[in-house]
């Protein structure tokens, strides 16, 4: 059997070969010292370090890095399958009819809107209010992982949004440069396609931190050890 | 010719079958595993084991779990329900492909 200090030792041995997440790490860990405990018991001449090494070239040419891809791969997609779960959860009655309400609420004052630049003022104030709810909630998702204090790929994707108001932003200019959208005068459709957007936006923040949440707890409860 | 290329197709469906039958596995079990269960003729090496293994997660073909064992923690796979199913589709898809084999092979044994 290998020291706990030689388990250690696995550790530092991952982050030399650019294994940077724990969770990556502890699999590789654990089959390293497997596999240099049977090594050792078939050649006992063996040291703990020849051993280790002799396993380690077995992983080929590409070391570690085809086994950090194709889980830094796999991560990133079940990560964005759950946040688009709980995001399309929202459409569901009764969130649907809280959805609805915010969304005619908005509808109904662009609808007595019809002096020049009233419609672009609101949106404008609506789109910097929903901005700057996003970079109070991000700052607030970051403080929450502050605990963490180990890197793991389980939750590098935490700060990523569904969908973010700077994507609206960009699409609200494209239009303008294309003529599509006078600002001044913007009708009651782009209004309401505008709105609709912010909606999406306001909906998708409330999904990711519903996300984050349940990220939090379950990688504390599969790596208490990455956790202050 | 490399050994190791003839099979890299059949390791997936050979992980399943292994899975199937023991239940729950970690990686350097199934290594080994392999290698028992073929007198050494089959080396899956970790390069080739640990992506495939995380290609089987991302299509919800197996699912895993963390267990410490003493102060180690260990990770696990398991077929999930669907991972079920797809083993019994991936092992026919493999019986068909070996008998295919036999007949350019061996064409006079497997024409009878």
């Known amino acids: ?228 | 010719m490399k050994k190791s290329s003839l099979y890299k197709g059949c390791l997936e469906p050979i992980i399943m079958r292994l899975l199937k039958d023991n239940g729950r596995m970690y990686g350097y079990q199934i290594t080994q595993m392999v290698k028992e269960l073929t007198k050494g003729e089959l080396n899956i090496t970790e390069g080739a084991l640990y992506p495939l293994l995380h290609k089987l997660e991302e299509q919800r073909i197996v699912e895993t779990e963390t267990e410490m064992i003493g102060n180690r923690m260990r990770k696990y796979y398991t077929l999930t329900k669907a991972g079920k199913k797809h083993t019994s589709i991936a092992i026919d898809a493999l019986k068909t492909f070996m008998q295919s084999l036999e007949f350019i092979v061996n064409p006079k044994t497997s024409l009878g």
């Open chain 1, 1 to 228: 059997m290998i020291t706990e200090e030689q388990y250690e030792s696995l550790f530092a041995f991952c982050r030399k070969h650019y294994v940077q997440y724990y969770d990556v790490q502890i699999e590789l860990a654990d089959h390293l010292s497997s596999a240099i405990e049977q090594s050792i018991k078939e050649n006992p001449k063996l040291s703990f370090e020849q051993a280790r090494d002799k396993i380690y070239a077995g992983f080929g040419i590409k070391g570690f890095s085809d086994i950090v891809a194709s889980r830094e791969k796999m991560m990133g997609k079940k990560c964005s399958q759950q946040k688009w779960k709980i995001f399309l959860s929202y459409f569901t009655i009764p969130k649907i009819a809280m959805t609805l309400f915010i969304y005619s609420s908005i509808i109904i004052i662009g609808r007595f809107l019809t002096e020049v630049n009233q419609r672009a003022i609101l949106l404008l104030v609506v789109g910097v209010g929903l901005f700057i709810f996003e970079i109070i909630y991000t700052n607030q998702t970051s403080k929450t992982f502050k605990k963490q204090q180990k890197a793991l790929l389980y939750t590098s994707g935490r700060l990523d949004g569904i969908l973010n108001s700077g994507l609206l932003l960009q699409l609200f200019f494209t239009f303008r440069i294309l003529n599509k959208l006078t600002v001044t005068t913007i009708n009651f459709f782009n209004f309401s396609m505008i709105a609709f957007g912010f909606l999406l936006v306001f909906i998708s923040i409330l999904a990711h931190r519903q996300f984050s949440k349940e990220l939090y707890s379950s990688a504390n409860k599969l790596y208490p050890k990455a956790f202050a």
